[in-house]
């Protein structure tokens, strides 16, 4: 064992020194005064997501919904994307005629070569916060694993209007019961991906898709 994890299970162990060996996690009441629900509505919501989305450098366009298959052609042919990853479960009637679909099931999955050679992924998502510009996939229909969201450098997103929350515990909370029951993987997305070198250069790429567009589909 190295000489920093002896340091870090060293100082687990001191702070827990105190702590009964019989008590359960449960016995500890935790505090949840924090805000759980926000109040914003309708209009207000939306406003605020594609605001907040649209400050991690995601391109955000809200559209209504017999607009989808053409929007999701534009945005294709703008970053030149033809070869698309499709998760199981996405409504095939909205792919436009120019995309050759590369669809992915637990069947008969993509390979992570195949994936990084393809030019994007097109998903929905389970729910997105408003208040942080944040898009949460739950592995449910139309969103497929997590790789999907992470190899391929473009990431198309349909996000309902009704798929909206405020607030992050309220996003908890909306993909809480597909965890506990099915132990699905939860991913959440803010802005494409991007970091900082030791220089404080930003980096984007290293850990999931470059570019990020959302399309926030309405009526």
Known sequence: MSKAKDEILHRIQSALKEVPADEKREDVAVNREYIQKGNLSGEE??????????????????????????????????????????????????????????????????????????DGVISTCALAVAQTGTIILDAGAGQGRRVLSLLPDYHLCIVREDQIVETVPEGFAGVSDQVKKEGRPITFISGPSATSDIELNRVEGVHGPRKLDILVVGG
């Open 45 to 118: 919501l939306v406003t605020l997501f594609v605001e907040r989305s649209g400050e991690y450098q995601a391109t955000v366009k809200r559209i209504k919904k017999e607009e989808l298959k053409d929007e999701i052609s534009k945005a294709c042919d703008r970053h030149k994307a033809i070869k698309m990853v499709i998760p199981a479960g996405f409504k095939t009637d909205w792919l436009p005629d120019l995309l050759e679909p590369q669809f992915d099931d637990s069947g008969a999955p993509l390979s992570h070569d195949e994936l990084d050679q393809l």
